[in-house]
């Protein structure tokens, strides 16, 4: 099967990273994890199942040494794939943005864009709804060929022209139901199955 990268972030959906990681391993692909510090607040790294790269693996000796491997570009160059779910609102932002100051987002920048990207946001209903997601996920279609999207469209709305425009991405559209938070509406991980289907 595939080398699939999956990429955690600090949504309370992160919870559900031994599960992804356990289905897709399950589907005979290899994996490896790279995990923001907010990520690892959500699981039990041991309970992963694979090889977890945290922003201290990043830089591990004393300092920098002219040979030393460089992980962020050693993960891209592993990886045939690149899933990261949850996506929270910061690193969409990230993402939309070009920021690498974590090892996550620097793997992001330096992908290669032949390799395909599975993106699965999950945030709050109105961290989903605000403005700025619209504007993020319209700049990450941009960047994968999406084309002239329509400004009138909303996020819902949004993520199947993604899907149907953009070569080499795929997005999971988060769901309706009640959040950790207690509010109820849109902004839900998708489950673990469509998601691992999607990779």
């Given at each position: 099967?595939?080398?699939?990268?999956?990429?955690?972030?600090?949504?309370?959906?992160?919870?559900?990273?031994?599960?992804?990681?356990?289905?897709?391993?399950?589907?005979?692909h290899?994996?490896?994890?790279v995990?923001?510090?907010a990520?690892?607040?959500?699981?039990?790294?041991?309970?992963?199942?694979?090889?977890?790269?945290?922003?201290?693996?990043?830089?591990?000796?004393?300092?920098?040494?002219?040979?030393?491997?460089?992980?962020?570009?050693?993960l891209?160059?592993?990886?045939d794939?690149?899933?990261?779910?949850?996506?929270?609102?910061?690193?969409?932002?990230?993402?939309?943005?070009?920021?690498?100051d974590n090892?996550?987002?620097?793997?992001?920048?330096?992908?290669?864009?032949?390799?395909p990207?599975?993106?699965?946001?999950?945030?709050?209903?109105?961290?989903?709804?605000?403005?700025?997601?619209r504007?993020?996920?319209?700049?990450?279609?941009?960047?994968?060929?999406?084309g002239?999207?329509?400004?009138?469209?909303?996020?819902?709305?949004?993520?199947?022209?993604?899907?149907?425009?953009?070569?080499?991405?795929?997005v999971?559209a988060?769901?309706?139901?009640?959040?950790?938070?207690?509010?109820?509406?849109?902004?839900?991980?998708?489950?673990?199955?469509?998601?691992a289907?999607?990779?």
């Amino acid at each position: 099967m595939s080398n699939v990268l999956l990429g955690l972030t600090g949504s309370v959906a992160a919870v559900k990273a031994p599960e992804l990681a356990a289905a897709l391993l399950a589907k005979g692909h290899a994996v490896k994890a790279v995990a923001t510090d907010a990520a690892t607040y959500f699981f039990n790294p041991a309970a992963l199942g694979c090889e977890l790269v945290r922003d201290a693996d990043e830089w591990p000796g004393e300092r920098y040494e002219r040979g030393d491997a460089v992980k962020h570009i050693e993960l891209r160059k592993w990886a045939d794939l690149f899933l990261i779910a949850p996506l929270d609102a910061n690193t969409l932002a990230k993402l939309a943005l070009g920021l690498c100051d974590n090892a996550l987002t620097c793997v992001w920048r330096a992908w290669d864009p032949a390799k395909p990207v599975v993106l699965a946001p999950s945030m709050n209903t109105l961290m989903w709804e605000n403005s700025f997601t619209r504007r993020h996920l319209r700049s990450i279609a941009a960047d994968f060929g999406a084309g002239h999207i329509p400004g009138h469209l909303d996020q819902n709305q949004l993520v199947p022209v993604m899907n149907d425009r953009c070569k080499g991405l795929r997005v999971a559209a988060p769901v309706s139901k009640a959040l950790a938070c207690g509010d109820v509406g849109i902004g839900a991980m998708a489950d673990v199955a469509t998601i691992a289907g999607m990779v």
